[in-house]
């Protein structure tokens, strides 16, 4: 394509490898959609990393790998996977959310190993779990098929991972087949038309006017390059207090800049539907979902409103988010917070 090719990130399962997807129409739909998206699968590093340390870092050196090979359009970017890889797609997507337009999770656990809420996943604990970590999505719809009769991820987290996006007011749809759906149909049945649509050709909203974003150190690695601290036009966060086992820190920032509101979001929905087109045959589902309208226009003022949790520093990139150096910056903090403007040479202390 003139404009770059998409690439559509397609990592793999547990105990699987990068040829995981080869031959299948998973890889072959998502690919022959548009004006055409490459579909990449890391190694990983091997089998079993769930993309973690030089395992995360794998994926990002095999994007560079493709990028230096082929003229890619860094807007038209997603992230799908199925088992570890569904799980890879909700990490990357909550830890680098200004990377991905949409995302796909197939059969993917919310934590590392097995999560039957109120529990902690194990074996990954708390810290796995990126349930903590859905409120970073908020730019970023996504589609999440899982399986009735799963046996290695559980109905209960699925259900929980959906009601938390629900829960948020986030675009979602959560398709839930009904039996004889188990951990490994929907790949013998390799048919993903409806994910390739879900998918299209939409980009990355770089510079939103309203960013949430989640800050969880224990998935940083900064030995193999993978720190997650920053999205979109926020950079250089930083948790005040990290003595408990899995800390976490969080910051709300609205940009009046802009001139956009938050969308209208729509009432959720219930529906059923029917995966046809197969190798196995009609499988049937359960979707609840929920949708925004259109953005409101409001007039352009110099105001962010800040509202931020666990956080000693952070750093803002006014140009980016429609303001200047002389930003008027509305905070609300449970603590001491340094808050440096890109450019400007100046940090305002927030806080006692």
């Known amino acids: 394509p003139a404009g770059g090719y998409g690439l559509t990130l397609l990592l793999h399962s547990l105990g699987a490898n990068y040829n995981q ?74 830890q680098y959310p200004d990377l991905f337009a949409r995302a796909q999770p197939t059969v993917g656990p919310p934590g590392l190993g097995i999560w039957v809420p109120p529990a902690d996943p194990q074996p990954g604990g708390a810290a796995s779990n990126t349930n903590r970590m859905l409120a970073s999505v908020r730019n970023i719809p996504f589609l999440i098929w899982d399986g009735t009769n799963d046996e290695l991820v559980p109905v209960a987290g699925a259900v929980a991972q959906a009601q938390t996006f629900d829960g948020l007011g986030y675009r979602y749809a959560f398709d839930l087949f009904a039996p004889p759906v188990d951990h490994f149909l929907l790949a013998s049945n390799d048919e993903y038309a409806p994910a390739a649509k879900f998918l299209g050709t939409a980009k990355v909203d770089r510079n939103p006017a309203h960013v949430t974003y989640i800050v969880n150190p224990s998935m940083d690695f900064p030995q193999d390059g993978t720190v997650a601290n920053h999205a979109y036009w926020l950079s250089g966060m930083k948790i005040r207090f990290g003595g408990s086992p899995a800390p976490l820190g969080e910051v709300d920032a609205r940009s009046e800049g802009l001139g956009v509101g938050d969308p209208p979001v729509h009432p959720t929905t219930h529906s059923t539907g029917t995966l046809t087109g197969g190798n196995v045959g009609p499988l049937t589902y359960a979707q609840t979902a929920r949708a925004w309208g259109k953005a409101p226009k409001q007039p352009k003022r110099d105001v962010l409103h800040l509202d931020v949790t666990n956080l000693q520093k952070l750093t803002v990139h006014p140009t980016r988010a429609g303001l200047d150096c002389k930003v008027n910056l509305d905070v609300t903090t449970d603590g001491p917070l340094d808050v440096t403007l890109a450019g400007c040479g100046k940090t305002q202390h927030f806080g006692s």
Do not use: C
């Open 21 to 94: 997807f080869e031959g299948s129409r998973n890889q072959s739909q998502f690919g022959d959609r548009g004006p055409g998206s490459l579909v990449a699968t890391a190694e990983g590093r091997g089998p079993d990393g769930w993309y973690y340390g030089q395992a995360g870092a794998d994926t990002f050196e095999m994007w560079a790998d493709v990028a230096r090979h082929y003229k890619l359009d860094p807007g038209w970017t997603d992230i799908a996977g199925y088992s570890m890889g569904g799980y890879a797609t909700y990490k990357f997507a909550t």
